[in-house]
C-alpha cells in the first residue's frame, strides 16, 4: 500500500484561515435532530421507534469556494486566458492536471512579503536536482504554513511573482500551490508597495500571470515541511462546482514506498 501524507485543512469554525467576511459557518445538526426530520417523513412514525432514537447527522455550511484548500481554476484570475481565450472554470479543468509528481520547492527562509522571482526558483530547481517536467504540480513550502489558524498567518509568507510563475508555466506546470493563504504575497505587504509605487501591475501578479498562460493554484496547503522534494505524487482532484472559480480538495501526497 502506499504511503499518504495528508496536505489539507479541514474547513471548520475556529480556526483563523480567512479574513472574517469570509470565514466559514457550519451548523451541526446531531442524529436527535435528524430523527425529527425522519419522523417528518413518515407519518405515524416516532423518533423514538428508530434504531435508538437516533436519525442522521447533517451539517448546514455557509461558505465560499475559497475556504479550506481548494484548487483555484483559471477563471478565479481573470475572464481570459492564453493570451485571450475564455478562461475556464473549475468544473472544466482537465482531470490529468490533478494526478502528477509533485514537486517542493522550499522557501521557508523568505521573509514574508518577499517577491519569489524565476531565478529565486531556478536556483531551487538546482539545489533539489529536479528538472521540471511538463504537468508537474510545483507546491511551496513557505513561512505561512508553520503559522496556519494563528492571527498573523493571513500576512506570512513569501509569494510567487509574475516572473516566477511564468517560469513555472513556460515549462508545462499546470497546477501550482502554496502553504500560504495565496499565491501572491500577503495582500498587506502588497498594499504597502501600490503606497509607494501607484503601480497596480503589482496587485495578483502571481494570478494575473494566468491570463498569458492558463492555469491553477492549490492554496491553503498543509504538512508540507513533511515532503521530501520529490519522489511522491499529488492528487487534488477538485470539488466539480459548475461554472466556479475554485473547488475543494482533499489534496495529498502519495509516496510508492
Known sequence: MPRIVDISVAIDNETFADPPPMRPRITYKAHAEGALEIA???PGLKPEDLPDGEGWAVEDLRITTHNGTHLDAPWHFHSTMDGGSRAITIDEVPLDWCLRPGVKLDFRTFPDGYIVQADDVERELERIGHDLQPLDIVVINTAAGAAY???????????MGREATLYLLSRGVRITGTDAWSWDAPFSATLNRYQQSGDASIIWEGHKAGRDIGYCHLEKLANLDQLPPTGFTISCFPVKIKAASAGWTRAVAIFDD
Do not use: A, S
Open 40 to 42: 417528518g417523513l413518515f
Open 149 to 159: 489558524g494563528r492571527p498573523d498567518y493571513l500576512g506570512r509568507g513569501c509569494g
